[in-house]
T-cell receptor
Framework: DAKTTQPTSMDCAEGRAANLPCNHSTISGNEYVYWYRQIHSQGPQYIIHGLKNNETNEMASLIITEDRKSSTLILPHATLRDTAVYYCIASTNNNAGNMLTFGGGTRLMVKP | EAQVTQNPRYLITVTGKKLTVTCSQNMNHEYMSWYRQDPGLGLRQIYYSMNVEVTDKGDVPEGYKVSRKEKRNFPLILESPSPNQTSLYFC?????????????FGSGTRLTVV
């Protein structure tokens, strides 16, 4: 799996958009970008994933640059409940044993 | 409700006393996995299972055993726990063979070995 690099921490005002960057400059053509989050020692929760195109679901949007070397997770209207550690993962969608290699993630603090 | 259930949520035990952490999923998932989470080290995979009777080592398997006799259950066994196995443990399952977007995690088991 390609290594990903994320800022250690970020702050965001409640109600504003939270933009979480991720660098994956060595990503290979068959690797997807996945985002999970972990709220205070609970089990990680899947948010979104994508390969080349931008993606949107009910939780967030994922913007992937054209060269695929970086991406941004966007929470359009952050709430206090979005305070969590966000993990960006680059992984192939194959039958390998460990598809989720978690790095340090970004600790997002949403403030009132 | 679709979920992964781990038990117990909290456990304090003594060195050398065998213990089992249970994991059960009700989503008919083929793939199941165990992770441990430690401060500064993130989540690391211990063991995984692609299907019944098929298990394999993850990144940190030493000191652990698993079994997959039925599809829904994937217990984690510590034959002789040691203090360095004090950690937060998570079980996860996936609906397709190794599909990373479909992981569902349990609520975690906080284990302390004294």
């Amino acid at each position: 799996d390609a290594k990903t690099t994320q800022p250690t921490s970020m702050d965001c005002a409640e109600g504003r958009a939270a933009n979480l960057p991720c660098n994956h400059s060595t990503i290979s053509g068959n690797e997807y970008v996945y985002w999970y989050r972990q709220i205070h020692s609970q089990g990680p929760q899947y948010i979104i994933h994508g390969l080349k195109n931008n993606e949107t679901n009910e939780m967030a949007s994922l913007i992937i640059t054209e060269d695929r070397k970086s991406s941004t997770l966007i929470l359009p209207h952050a709430t206090l409940r979005d305070t969590a550690v966000y993990y960006c993962i680059a992984s192939t969608n194959n039958n390998a044993g460990n598809m989720l290699t978690f790095g340090g993630g970004t600790r997002l603090m949403v403030k009132p | 409700e679709a979920q992964v259930t781990q038990n117990p949520r909290y456990l304090i035990t003594v060195t050398g006393k065998k213990l089992t952490v249970t994991c059960s999923q009700n989503m008919n998932h083929e793939y199941m996995s165990w992770y441990r989470q430690d401060p500064g080290l993130g989540l690391r995979q211990i063991y995984y299972s692609m299907n019944v009777e098929v298990t394999d080592k993850g990144d940190v398997p030493e000191g652990y055993k698993v079994s997959r006799k039925e599809k829904r259950n994937f217990p984690l066994i510590l034959e002789s726990p040691s203090p360095n196995q004090t950690s937060l443990y998570f079980c996860a399952s996936s609906p397709l063979r190794g599909s990373p977007y479909g992981y569902t995690f349990g609520s975690g088991t906080r284990l302390t070995v004294v």
